[in-house]
């Protein structure tokens, strides 16, 4: 039998207000613990929250942006449940009336594209952080004892829920890159895994393909990075398949992933809803943002990256587009382009040797960049290397590095050649014996002779033609 995944994905982003959600305590990541603190994130009697403006009209920029209906009217509900992390025994959130619904994000793919649905991004406050001291891997299971940070507690948060619409790993790491693009275009979160800025949350199923059933989904939840939540879901589709094989019934459970051994570690079983006994906030007033302030965060969005990997893939294939977008890398692409570089060979250079020497794309002057990416076939490899690593220097000039012409004449070249071949017999007759992973050998110690000035290709093609002969 043929199975097909069923993913939906629970997205927590944490917004980069200057304040928190309800109360003017500073939001900022790395400060000392329980420093961050007032008594209204604290819970104290009687301390009343103000809702945080910018966090009310970035929910509405960010679900316009994701092709959501924005609600006339949200309302502030108080979510039940102890924890230690929650100091008022309650989480203020939006319930069944939150800020944005029904959403579309249009997610191109190789194959074409495919729309995931929306189904709700609404504004909540984020928890603090528990900090379980003790055990290998820092989680609560094994931890000797929990320490809290109220510092996180109060930031204002946006959770967005996606319809089981993601049918694999693969799309799902897609539909991530490109919904943390748009959050860090839209300038409202850094959304930094590393930093708990953006939490990921995944329900995996799987049912016989063809069928529209939905069966038992399982929750996996500490994923630090794309990649390892696309590991995460393969490893439970793989183990829900062997289950339904075996003739077993799969249970609703929490899992954690682990990174290091690639397996999932049962956290808890999870009922199908738990009773948070929501009821309407009585300290805030529903939120029923004017049509005016609507219409003017719709004027504010840019083209969003979804667009952009559609129109970019028309000049360049697909993958190329999708990793110049989701990485913020088509600016200054389009710029180097539109300054004469050829479009192929300038997504290679800002995608592999810019990123890898760690240049900021900001800083790089397209112009100075096209004429290195034109003249990266001329020059020493060496000299390429140096100029892509201050590119992004003040006042860069390529000029003095395409002015280094590799060597390419043969005539030049050949008595070199000659004279390297001459100096290792032993390795010639090894070649031409069959051992033809000593050209690199040679070309090697043609390069070295040159100081790297030679040209490798017609370095390669004059060594294989004078060992043939």
Known sequence: ???????????????????????????????????????????????????????????????LALGCEIAPRAVFARKNYYYPDLPKGY????????????????????????????????????????VHVGGRTGRIGGA???????????????????APDIHSAEEAKRFLQLLRQTIVELGISDAEMEKGTLRVDA?????????????????????????????????EVERQIAVWESGGEVEQHTYDFD???????????????????????????????????????????????????????????????????????????EATVAAGADGVA????????????????????????????????????????EAIGRVGEPGFSAEPYVAQEVVSDTAALEPVVDAILAANPGQVEQYRGGKDGLLGFFVGQVMKETKGQADPRAVNELVRAKLAG
């Not at 619904?101 to 249009?106: F, L, W």
């Not at 109220?150 to 930031?155: D, L």
């Not at 199908?272 to 309407?280: L, N, S, T």
């Open 1 to 63: 039998m043929t199975w097909e995944p069923v993913i939906g994905l629970e997205i927590h982003v944490q917004l980069k207000t200057r304040t928190k959600m309800f109360c003017r305590c500073p939001v900022g990541f790395g400060a000392a613990p329980n420093t961050q603190t007032c008594p209204v994130c604290l819970g104290f009697p009687g301390a009343l929250p103000v809702p945080n403006r910018t966090a009310i009209e970035w929910v509405v920029k960010l679900g």
């Open 91 to 130: 989480q203020i959130s939006q319930y069944d009336l939150p800020s944005c619904i029904d959403g579309n994000v249009i997610v191109p793919l190789p194959d074409g594209e495919h729309a995931v649905g929306i189904v709700r991004a609404h504004l909540e406050e984020d928890a603090a952080k528990n």
């Open 144 to 162: 000797e004892y929990t320490l809290v940070d109220y510092n996180r507690g109060g930031t204002p948060l946006v959770e967005i829920v996606t």
């Open 203 to 235: 329900n995996v199923s799987v049912r016989p393909a063809g069928s529209d059933e939905l069966r038992t989904r399982c929750e996996i939840k500490n994923m630090n990075s794309f990649t390892h939540i696309a590991r995460g879901i393969e490893a």
């Open 259 to 333: 990174v290091a051994t690639g397996t999932l570690t049962p956290r808890r079983a999870k009922e199908e809803a738990d009773d948070y006994r929501y009821f309407p906030e009585p300290d805030l007033v529903p939120v029923e943002p004017p049509e005016d302030i609507v219409d003017r965060l719709r004027s504010e969005l840019p083209e969003l990256p979804a667009q952009r990997i559609g129109r970019i893939g028309e000049t360049l294939d697909h993958e190329r587009a999708l990793v110049l977008v989701t990485g913020g890398l088509d600016p200054l692409w």
């Open 346 to 385: 300038a997504s290679n250079v800002i995608a592999n040797q810019l990123v890898g020497a760690g240049v900021d794309p900001g800083a790089v002057a397209a112009n100075e960049l096209a004429k290195l990416v034109e003249a990266r076939d001329r020059i020493p490899r060496s000299a390429f290397d």
